[in-house]
């Protein structure tokens, strides 16, 4: 007789803006990661994955929070996070970042090998083929620049949709160029930063969508003020309230659905 296989033990990196401004992300996201057959575990030691600091130079503090990122998760059978960036950051830069601490360096590339964004997670990792959702509406998809340029993550989140009831996916042209969001890159030129912003809720426009979908919030938030400053009705959401059946609430930019 054997044994059953246990549940991979999963432990959600929430991410700052699903924590503070989209929490019902990361309840799709844990909705998600059980459906597939997974537990869930979400560490309350948990802290910014420290990108920013990153991305400014601040080495010292990036360092300080990759560490804490790493006890706080290592535990576990995966790291997994509804964001493209946050988990490159997890999966791509804790290793360079702790290069010259062997102890940590060895931690830092143990914790790399698990880590994955979520979308990639559900369809490469744990294949999830029976989705139980539905959206009525057509869709367009934005690739945040992180989850495809650092993780590869294009046909995932696509061939998730497609197993949504009544919702019809069509491409946006462009649909691979960068939103002008970038992290601090719109606090520091923020003049094209919104010209960026403009061209693709232009092209969100050109789609005929009523809905966009995407796996970076920064992203999200960033479209979703350029569209309604546009006075253009699109619905914005992160993809896993779609494909979590949970896309019934206020969308991005309506209001904080706390």
Not at 212 to 230: A, K, M, P, Y
Request: proline share 5%; with cysteine.
């Amino acid at each position: 007789m054997f044994a059953p296989t246990p549940k991979p033990r999963v432990g959600l990196f929430h991410t700052c803006l699903v924590d503070f401004y989209r929490p019902s992300v990361g309840f799709a996201a844990v909705q998600l990661l059980e459906q597939s057959g997974c537990t869930v575990e979400v560490p309350a030691e948990q802290t910014c994955c420290g990108q920013p600091a990153f991305n400014s130079g601040a080495i010292g503090q990036a360092r300080a929070l990759a560490r804490q990122v790493i006890e706080a998760f290592e535990r576990f059978d995966y790291v997994v996070g509804p964001s493209g960036s946050c988990m490159a950051q997890l999966k791509l830069h804790y290793p360079e970042l702790l290069a010259d601490d062997p102890a940590w360096h060895a931690r830092a590339q143990a914790l790399a090998e698990r880590c994955f964004e979520l979308v990639s997670f559900l369809a490469d990792v744990r294949g999830l083929d029976s989705l139980r959702a539905r959206y009525a509406g057509t869709a367009t998809y934005h690739d945040s620049c992180s989850g495809l340029r650092e993780l590869g993550i294009q046909r995932q989140p696509r061939r998730l949709l497609d197993q949504v009831e009544g919702l019809t996916l069509t491409e946006m042209p462009e649909a691979q160029t960068c939103c002008g969001f970038g992290g601090t890159f719109c606090v520091k030129y923020p003049d094209i930063s919104a010209r960026m912003a403009r061209e693709k809720a232009t092209n969100i426009r050109t789609s005929g969508a009523d809905t966009l979908l995407g796996g970076d919030i920064g992203c999200l938030l960033n479209i979703s003020g350029r569209l309604s400053r546009l006075g253009m009705d699109v619905r914005v959401y992160h993809v896993a309230e779609v494909l979590a059946g949970m896309a019934d609430g206020p969308a991005i930019g309506e209001g904080n659905p706390r």
